[in-house]
């Protein structure tokens, strides 16, 4: 930990304790939602509580952190597989490994060479057998692994990576598909072969997990509920679109997108807590109403009108309302109106809804009425229309008014 600037960060967890990156992450995030660190850049932390209170902390409840996939995958605490699973990884790549080297081109080759010097010299069938697999050994053999290491230096992969490389038509149908993918997602990716065709991929990837990372920090310092919710929508979009790509190997076992997903939507409970917190940190307050569901927001509209002096109040069947949601009446004036709870600003597409709906039921006045704000495009239509606009203003004043 950087004692001198109060900072933290995963790569310092991941050195002092020797752990795998998924490892350290965990313990990070818990230490923020606990509040012992806040975050201070995208990939630092400001330590809150001391050195000795989160050291304590992390080593009282250090094998709470470790991620779940590390028992099923036979990983260390580091992240690297232990002997037993580098053993069973061994066991089942061992068939094909073997048949690498024994079986290629220059194998096929140097047997029907073998064969046919059997032949010419006349050997019986037992000496061209042992002709045969004494130049299949000694040639056929040393040149199979010398292609291998010439091959995987120069592709820079390692070299049992190369041996256990996938079958030629495997190959194609890959490259056939990575470049359908990225055709149909209007990304101009040039047709190759297999190894380059990965290789651009992986610098594409690597763009779209650049992405990701900003919505994710977007999100992470948001400070009003648009943005926040915009911002992780996207962010889970780019992954969304990453893990087409799984099947094909390019994303290390504890990095894929799909995990990422995963562990977002578990965690919005505890996103939006935090995104509540900074709300109300920078004077941003917010009201239990945003958080309804669409007929709790309703009834509790209906309620709200009762107790501003409206009467015949009604809320409509969720079916077949033709966009009202309530009915009332005031002052001999009948309103039909139309509840909205979102996180972000009302579309005209409300006010055509409100406008038809009060047509339908036969009443004066159309209304539309939302927690949030209305955009420029629907309040010019209502203005056309007639239909009145009550927005969140609107809203808290009923509530200061009611009884």
């Given at each position: 930990m950087s004692i001198h600037s109060g900072t933290i960060s995963v790569i310092e967890i991941q050195k002092i304790y020797n752990l795998g990156f998924a490892y350290a992450k965990n313990i990070i995030d818990k230490l923020e939602e606990l509040g012992y660190i806040k975050k201070r850049t995208p990939t630092d932390y400001l330590m809150i509580q001391t050195e000795q209170a989160i050291n304590s902390y992390i080593k009282e409840h250090f094998t709470?952190?470790?991620?779940?996939?590390?028992?099923?995958?036979?990983?260390?605490?580091?992240?690297?597989?232990?002997?037993?699973?580098?053993?069973?990884?061994?066991?089942?790549?061992?068939?094909?490994?073997?048949?690498?080297?024994?079986?290629?081109?220059?194998?096929?080759?140097?047997?029907?060479?073998?064969?046919?010097?059997?032949?010419?010299?006349?050997?019986?069938?037992?000496?061209?057998?042992?002709?045969?697999l004494a130049i299949l050994f000694v040639f056929g053999i040393i040149c199979n692994i010398g292609y291998g290491i010439y091959m995987s230096k120069k592709k820079s992969i390692k070299f049992t990576e190369f041996m256990l490389r996938p079958c030629f038509y495997i190959r194609i149908r890959t490259v056939s598909?990575?470049?359908?993918?990225?055709?149909?997602?209007?990304?101009?990716?040039?047709?190759?072969?297999?190894?380059?065709?990965?290789?651009?991929?992986?610098?594409?990837?690597?763009?779209?997990k650049k992405l990701a990372e900003h919505y994710a920090y977007i999100a992470n310092n948001a400070e009003n509920e648009n943005e926040f919710y915009q911002s992780i929508n996207s962010c889970l979009e780019v992954?969304?679109?990453?893990?087409?790509?799984?099947?094909?190997?390019?994303?290390?076992?504890?990095?894929?997108?799909?995990?990422?997903?995963?562990?977002?939507?578990?965690?919005?409970?505890?996103?939006i807590e935090?995104?509540?917190?900074?709300?109300?940190?920078?004077?941003?307050?917010?009201?239990?109403?945003?958080?309804?569901e669409g007929h709790d927001f309703e009834y509790f509209c209906a309620e709200l009108l009762k107790?501003?002096?409206?009467?015949?109040?009604?809320?409509?069947?969720?079916?077949?309302?033709?966009?009202?949601?309530?009915?009332?009446?005031?002052?001999?004036?009948?309103?039909?109106?139309?509840?909205?709870c979102?996180?972000?600003?009302?579309?005209?597409?409300?006010?055509?809804?409100?406008?038809?709906?009060k047509s339908i039921y036969h009443k004066d006045i159309a209304v539309v009425l939302t927690n949030r704000y209305f955009t420029p495009q629907a309040i010019q239509e209502a203005n056309i229309l007639g239909v009145k606009l009550w927005d969140r203003v609107k809203l808290n004043e009923m509530i200061e008014r009611k009884d």
């Open positions: 709470e952190f470790r991620p779940n996939y590390y028992d099923a995958l036979e990983l260390k605490n580091n992240g690297k597989p232990t002997l037993k699973a580098k053993a069973k990884t061994a066991w089942k790549s061992a068939p094909m490994f073997l048949c690498r080297v024994f079986i290629s081109p220059f194998s096929i080759v140097f047997a029907f060479l073998a064969i046919y010097i059997g032949i010419r010299a006349k050997a019986t069938i037992e000496q061209i057998i042992c002709i045969s598909e990575i470049y359908s993918i990225m055709r149909k997602s209007n990304i101009k990716f040039k047709f190759s072969d297999y190894y380059e065709t990965l290789r651009r991929l992986k610098i594409h990837l690597n763009e779209k992954l969304e679109w990453m893990s087409q790509f799984e099947k094909y190997g390019v994303y290390k076992i504890f990095e894929c997108p799909s995990d990422d997903i995963k562990k977002i939507k578990n965690g919005m409970p505890i996103s935090r995104f509540q917190n900074r709300m109300k940190e920078s004077g941003i307050v917010t009201s239990e109403y945003d958080y309804m107790k501003n002096g409206f009467s015949n109040v009604e809320v409509t069947q969720g079916s077949g309302d033709h966009g009202i949601d309530i009915l009332a009446e005031k002052d001999g004036i009948t309103y039909a109106i139309q509840c909205k979102y996180s972000s600003d009302i579309g005209n597409a409300a006010v055509q809804q409100a406008h038809t709906g």
